[in-house]
C-alpha cells in the first residue's frame, strides 16, 4: 500500500500533531488516560509518523519491571541512543495505555510536590522528547520537500518496505531507502528455484521459467522496472502451479511471489 502526501497535508498533519501532543503535556491529570489515548491514537494512524515510529521500535524493552523497580523520586532512564529512545517511551506509554487505570501510576512521584506535579515533571522530561522527535522528523521531510520551491512536491510512503520517496514532478529523490522489499523477493524466488526442481516439467520448461523469473526479479530491483517482463513472469508461475501441486509448499511459495509481483504491475 502506498499513499502520497503533498506539502499542504503535511503541514496539516503536523500542525494537528503539535496540538494533540499538547494536549497531553499540558494535561491535568485527572484527563491524562483520555489525552494519551488521544495521543496514541492520532500518531498509530497516521502513516508518515507511523511508519518513522516502526523504523525506530526495533528493540523491546521490560517496560513493566521499570515501573515497578522506579524509586521514589526517581526518574526513568532514558536511552542515550535517539532512535532506542523513541522505542523506549513508545513502549512506555503503550504499556501505561493498555495496563493503568490512571495516568499518575506511570507518573507517580516523579518529583516532590502532588498529583499534577507530577505529571509536569513525567511530561517535561519523557514525553516531551518523544515529541520533540516526531515533530524534527517532520520538519526534516517539509524541508526536504522545499529543496525546490516546487508546489507539486510530494513525499510517497510505502507501508511494507518502510521505503519514504520524495517526487518532484515526474523526478524521484530517494529520502529514506530500505531494502526489505529486494530481500524478500530473493528469499522467496530461492524458495521457489528450489520447490520447482523436485517438480515433473520438462526440463527445457523448467529452465525458461527459472530464467523469467530471475529476470523479473531483476527488474524490481530497478527504478522504472518493465511491468510487461513481470507480468510474462508471473504468467509462468501460474502455468508451473499446476504442474506442483502436489508439491509441499510449492503453491504457497508460488503465490507469495506472484502477491509480491503485483505491486510492480498493478
Given at each position: 500500500m502506498e499513499i502520497t502526501i503533498d506539502k499542504k497535508e503535511l503541514q496539516k498533519i503536523g500542525f494537528k500533531f503539535r496540538n494533540i501532543a499538547s494536549r497531553l503535556l499540558k494535561t491535568n491529570y485527572q484527563d491524562g488516560m483520555e489525552n494519551l489515548q488521544r495521543f496514541l491514537d492520532y500518531i498509530d494512524n497516521?502513516?508518515?509518523?507511523?511508519?518513522?515510529i516502526k523504523k525506530n521500535k526495533i528493540k523491546k524493552f521490560d517496560i513493566e519491571t521499570d515501573i515497578n523497580k522506579r524509586e521514589y523520586r526517581e526518574g526513568y532512564k532514558l536511552p542515550i541512543n535517539p532512535s532506542d529512545e523513541i522505542a523506549y517511551i513508545y513502549q512506555l506509554l503503550k504499556y501505561c495505555?493498555?495496563?493503568?487505570?490512571?495516568y499518575i501510576e506511570i507518573c507517580s512521584r516523579y518529583s516532590k510536590g502532588n498529583f499534577q506535579q507530577w505529571v509536569d515533571e513525567?511530561?517535561?522530561?519523557?514525553?516531551?522528547?518523544?515529541?520533540?522527535?516526531?515533530?524534527?522528523?517532520?520538519?526534516?521531510?517539509?524541508?526536504d520537500m522545499n529543496l525546490n520551491e516546487n508546489d507539486k512536491t510530494t513525499i510517497t510512503i510505502h507501508n511494507e518496505s518502510g521505503q519514504v520517496n520524495l517526487s518532484q514532478n515526474e523526478s524521484t529523490i530517494n529520502a529514506v531507502q530500505n531494502n526489505q522489499i529486494n530481500k524478500e523477493i530473493q528469499e522467496v524466488f530461492s524458495k521457489y528455484k528450489k520447490l520447482i526442481e523436485e517438480i515433473e516439467i520438462p526440463s527445457e520448461e523448467?529452465?525458461?521459467?527459472i530464467e523469467l523469473v530471475d529476470i523479473a526479479v531483476d527488474e524490481t530491483k530497478k527504478d522504472k522496472p518493465k511491468k510487461s517482463l513481470?507480468?510474462?513472469a508471473t504468467e509462468k508461475i501460474n502455468e508451473s502451479i499446476k504442474f506442483g501441486s502436489a508439491t509441499l509448499g510449492f503453491v504457497k511459495v508460488s503465490e507469495k511471489l506472484i502477491d509480491i509481483f503485483s505491486k510492480f504491475i498493478n
Open positions: 497516521v502513516t508518515i509518523i507511523e511508519n518513522y495505555n493498555e495496563n493503568c487505570s490512571e513525567f511530561n517535561s522530561r519523557v514525553v516531551l522528547p518523544f515529541v520533540n522527535h516526531i515533530n524534527n522528523y517532520l520538519e526534516e521531510v517539509a524541508i523448467k529452465e525458461d521459467t513481470i507480468k510474462v
